[in-house]
């Protein structure tokens, strides 16, 4: 079902860019386990000459994910750095990016310690009123890079209104969608030019692979990514291909759980004596909640929260001390985990540059798995006792 585009997204993610095998009817899509193709002379290589550039493992996975995004164009990476590191190829020395000051803590060391140092300025700015955006715009604006729900105080960033500014200076626009996933938020429908996903994360699923990918409608971008990927390396085995080809057949199912496992921890946070804050775009009083209403489809399994009064010793001790939630860096997982920004996943930003957006020290970040949220609950009322 190559072209599964009248379909509903769980048809699309169970069929969209598989056929059964030729040669045998397999149902699901084999593991291509190959390093380059016989031609049967010099130039009909069928599409496929070597497998840095194509795999057809890969090609069904890329054609699934875009699907999903509704967008014509997939491309897979050996990781979500590998997905940014493509994206930031577009751009040359004298270019300017405007991005938000709550980002992943990776991107953030991409951008200033890798790209920096190639002449391309970055500019980290509250985007949460897309007006503010504005006030950077100028004549070397290339890319506008945008997380949200951010990571990991959950940003919420109007896309729509991204998209104008962006179309507006000429600059391309790109959404890191990982959080949301295209169950929850489809960013090129709302005016994105590309959209990234950390693959290891929902859409992976079990905490199995690492993987990216890069989504467009543009078949010029398109065609500018590909060949960085296949000048550059950066691409995922067939193995790693067919995990997320098995992993994404039930991503609408899981993100089901994981939003309603979500949402009953999120209250249950909300209202206990040792929370200071919680973030999670679910409440009415969470900033730009209206714009998380309308733009996704529901808020998501990922909770950060504040100790109240913990000092970084009291705030390990309580990281520690989960026995269902496991205390690990990655997210988006049939299992629940429960992180350490400050020290784990955005150990690269400076104190002083991290607390700014509210990664403070006793802040920790969960990703809500699919367990019985009985469970979870329970966890949480021993840990946080």
């Not at 967008?71 to 590191?85: I, K, P, T, V």
């Not at 080809?245 to 939003?259: E, N, Q």
Request: hydrophobic share 40%; aromatic share 8%.
């Amino acid at each position: 079902m190559k072209d599964a585009s009248s379909y509903g997204f769980g048809t699309k993610a169970i069929h969209a860019g598989q056929e059964p095998d030729p040669t045998t009817g397999a149902i699901m899509t084999p593991i291509y386990q190959t390093s380059t193709y016989v031609q049967e002379s010099p130039g009909t290589n069928k599409g496929y000459g070597y497998a840095r550039g194509k795999n057809p493992t890969r090609v069904a996975l890329e054609s699934c994910l875009a699907a999903l995004e509704g967008a014509a164009h997939g491309l897979c990476f050996s990781s979500g750095m590998g997905a940014m590191d493509a994206v930031c190829k577009l751009l040359r020395p004298g270019d300017e990016v405007i991005t938000g000051d709550d980002l992943y803590g990776g991107a953030y060391r991409m951008f200033t310690k890798v790209f920096a140092n190639y002449g391309i300025k970055f500019h980290f700015i509250n985007m949460t009123n897309a007006e503010n955006i504005h006030k950077y715009v100028n004549a070397n604006t290339k890319l506008i890079w945008v997380e949200t729900p951010s990571n990991p105080t959950m940003q919420i960033i109007d896309l729509a209104a991204v998209a104008k500014i962006a179309k507006e200076s000429k600059a391309l626009f790109a959404v890191d969608n990982t959080f949301a996933t295209p169950y929850l938020q489809n960013p090129i429908a709302l005016g994105a030019d590309i959209v990234m996903h950390s693959v290891t994360k929902y859409l992976g699923g079990h905490s199995d692979v690492v993987m990216g990918a890069l989504i467009t409608d543009s078949k010029e971008l398109y065609d500018q990514l590909y060949f960085i990927l296949n000048s550059c390396g950066a691409n995922p085995g067939p193995m790693d291909s067919f995990l997320v080809l098995r992993g994404v057949k039930t991503l609408h199912v899981r993100m089901d759980r994981h939003c309603e496992n979500g949402k009953k921890i999120a209250e249950f946070l909300k209202t206990h004596p040792k929370i200071e804050k919680i973030y999670w775009p679910g409440f009415t009083d969470h900033p730009n909640h209206d714009i998380a209403k309308k733009q996704m489809r529901d808020f998501g399994g990922m909770i950060s929260i504040v100790l109240k009064g913990a000092d970084l010793k009291e705030t390990f001790r309580i990281a520690s001390s989960f026995k269902v939630f496991s205390l690990a860096e990655s997210l988006g997982g049939v299992e629940s985990l429960i992180n350490h920004p400050a020290t784990m996943t955005h150990a690269s930003i400076p104190k002083e540059e991290r607390e700014k957006s509210g990664v403070v020290d006793n802040l920790l970040r969960l990703s809500v798995g699919i367990e019985n949220v009985d469970d979870l609950l329970g966890d949480l009322k021993q840990a946080l006792a």
